[in-house]
């Protein structure tokens, strides 16, 4: 029996899962999933203050569509003999899909790095929310003004101090321009301190040293800088970009067996940008590779990856949220209506469960255009 393998069970993974049975259909087809944990974990809430609501339990994805789920961990590829090896045990495929995702990238040689918090994971949510519950007016030190750090440092500010440190000399450098002032509005109003062009240099029981050699108060230090995606894809191939991602082609293939999805694709979004590490491009990529995969096996054509128009949503806390659409990010929304755009995409990303027909009826849309999103004439 052909046998598809999918490795990771974050966005990519799932997807890719369910993108696979919606390609067997009624045919004669074995789908695994490898992942050790029992939950999707839905990274993107992991700023909020219950960060344990921010899962899924995968059966009740993977039961219906007729997935196994392998709790395992994968250390070796061996895109040779199409093994790989999950937990010391060897297992076979004809087609594999890499969806292993990405991990924050810890500091080298920082004093006490030991200390540092961050919500990369649902353990390290876990372990921040449990170190600050029951406490006010705690003093926390943010490092890294992009995506995570905004929304981390907006989040903590309804009960404590929060001083939000980066290396660049603007807060979002890598949103741009586009939503800086309606950020900037938000951290002023919630009264976040910025130190720009710094760093954090040491981390001790209870300040933080800057490099500009001050020391400040910090109860918490939250690191949000860096991303790269799994060790897996050395396995892959020796030709990486500088997130660590494979390159693909339009159909998601790596090599001849294997696809490759979200934050290990270095995918084409257009001519001139791939696609980001975030579950807004994971979904999709997940959907097309693990369609192909399975398609691949089955002599039907494949689907090419067709991305939805660009979007970029923040939680900017008590002072609302912003919404932009496109790559130079023009804000479509901000204040209460930004932060009900995103409330509306944090529900989104919950895949539907326990119904076989609705997940793979979900996994069949690749690209839609959600009704909550503020249209381009609303600018």
């Not at 961990?73 to 093994?83: A, G, L, P």
């Not at 170190?131 to 905004?150: S, T």
């Not at 001050?214 to 939250?222: L, R």
């Not at 097309?288 to 089955?298: F, H, R, W």
Request: aromatic share 4%; with cysteine; charged share 25%.
């Amino acid at each position: 029996m052909p046998h598809v393998v999918i490795i990771g069970g974050g966005f990519a993974g799932v997807w890719s899962a369910a993108g696979a049975a919606l390609a067997r259909g009624d045919a004669d087809m074995r789908i695994t999933l490898i992942a050790p944990n029992e939950h999707l974990v839905l990274r993107p809430r992991l700023y909020e203050p219950e960060p344990d609501l921010a899962k899924v339990e995968l059966s009740r994805v993977l039961g219906p569509i007729g997935v196994e789920h392998l709790r395992a961990s994968v250390s070796t590829i061996d895109t040779e003999r199409r093994v790989v090896v999950a937990d010391g045990h060897e297992i076979g495929y004809d087609r594999l899909v890499l969806a292993a995702g990405s991990k924050l990238i810890q500091p080298d040689g920082l004093p006490g790095a030991e200390r540092l918090f961050d919500i990369d994971t649902l353990d390290g949510a876990r372990r921040l929310t449990d170190h600050l519950r029951d406490r006010r007016d705690y003093a926390v030190v943010v490092v890294g003004a992009g995506f995570v750090g905004l929304e981390a440092a907006t989040e903590l500010a309804s009960r404590g101090r929060v001083l939000l440190v980066d290396r660049s000399a603007v807060v979002g450098a890598q949103l741009g321009p586009g939503p800086r002032r309606e950020i900037e509005a938000a951290l002023d109003e919630l009264r976040i301190e910025r130190r720009l062009s710094t760093t954090v240099t040491e981390v001790g029981d209870g300040y933080a040293v800057l490099s500009d050699g001050s020391k400040v108060d910090a109860d918490v230090v939250v690191w949000s800088v860096g991303m790269r995606a799994s060790e897996l894809t050395r396995q892959i191939s020796d030709e990486l970009d500088h997130l660590g991602r494979v390159r693909v082609d339009d159909r998601l293939r790596a090599l001849p067996e294997v696809f490759v999805a979200g934050d290990t694709a270095a995918a084409a979004f257009d001519a001139e940008h791939t696609v980001m590490q975030a579950c807004q491009h994971a979904t999709p990529l997940g959907k097309v590779a693990g369609y192909n995969a399975a398609a691949d096996l089955l002599g039907v054509p494949l689907r090419d990856f067709t991305p939805g128009p660009y979007v970029t949503c923040l939680d900017l806390g008590a002072a609302g949220g912003v919404f932009t659409r496109g790559w130079d990010r023009r804000v479509m929304a901000s204040g209460a209506d930004g932060a009900a755009v995103k409330k509306g995409i944090n529900q989104a990303i919950h895949p539907p469960v326990d119904d076989r027909e609705k997940i793979l009826a979900a996994a069949d849309r690749v690209s839609v255009e959600l009704p909550f999103f503020p249209r381009e004439e609303a600018a």
